[in-house]
């Protein structure tokens, strides 16, 4: 065990050191010639991109693209990124849109990745309606946005820490609008032995509105031991918070 942390140590180590060597050439050359932006462009991040104009009155220009990210650098990435997105601008309604979505992406070093993936929105309207809408994940349970903006289902932003056989996954989300914050995430985990397995929960919510001041919360964990289809034990909490006018509380147990 000591042995490995030492080479992960030294690995991250030597990573770190090429990164600042590689960023440190970047920037001491003061002449942003065309080397340097290339140089730039590959230690950080690459997109294609696609631009769609209305013609000949533009009422709309829309942005596809994807984007590559891999850090620290493309060769051995701790962090590698991929994202398709598409972006409009409605001068019309006078309104942004963009929709992203998290692909085929990991962070960690050789066979120690969480993979990652979800969907990210956002919406601004500034003409008769004035809406702001931002999310990276969803939202929480209660919140719907505005129909107008058209916000697809968002998948939840989601870590897989452990693969297979155990199985450890993070659900999250976190979402600003106009008058609301919001949070939330969910742990999973699953353990097999034989016909024998276990199952565990562990969650959150929350939500805070401006005005008029406002918030939710919930929290809820749950643990089941099962052989085959058939559930041997299991326990769950719940427990949810609301307020301030009027207060709510509530709390279950099974």
């Not at 939840?156 to 199985?167: A, C, E, F, G, H």
Request: glycine share 8%; hydrophobic share 45%; net charge positive.
């Amino acid at each position: 065990g000591g042995a490995f942390f030492q080479r992960l140590k030294q690995g991250l180590s030597k990573s770190r050191e090429s990164w600042a060597q590689k960023i440190g050439a970047i920037f001491q050359n003061r002449q942003w010639d065309e080397q340097s932006l290339v140089a730039m462009q590959e230690t950080l991040i690459t997109a294609d991109v696609g631009l769609v104009i209305e013609l000949p009155s533009p009422t709309r220009v829309v942005l596809i693209g994807a984007l590559r990210a891999a850090v620290p650098m493309p060769a051995a990435p701790i962090l590698s990124l991929k994202s398709s997105f598409v972006g409009t601008l409605d001068l019309l309604r006078l309104r942004v849109a963009i929709d992203a979505s998290i692909y085929d992406s990991y962070l960690g070093i050789g066979p120690f990745k969480a993979s990652l993936e979800g969907d990210l929105a956002l919406r601004s309207s500034w003409g008769a309606q004035r809406d702001l809408v931002v999310s990276v994940g969803g939202f929480h349970p209660s919140y719907h946005p505005p129909p107008y903006l058209r916000v697809p289902a968002l998948r939840r932003i989601t870590v897989s820490l452990l693969k297979d056989n155990p199985r450890l996954t993070l659900r999250a989300y976190v979402a600003l609008t106009t008058n609301t914050q919001q949070v939330g995430a969910d742990l999973e985990f699953y353990f097999k032995v034989s016909s024998f397995q276990i199952v565990g929960n562990f969650g959150f919510d929350a939500l805070f509105q401006v005005f008029p001041f406002g918030f939710k919360a919930s929290v809820r964990a749950s643990v089941a031991v099962r052989a085959g289809s058939h559930t041997l034990f299991s326990i769950g909490l719940e427990f949810d918070l609301e307020g301030t006018n009027p207060w709510r509380v509530k709390g279950t147990a099974s």
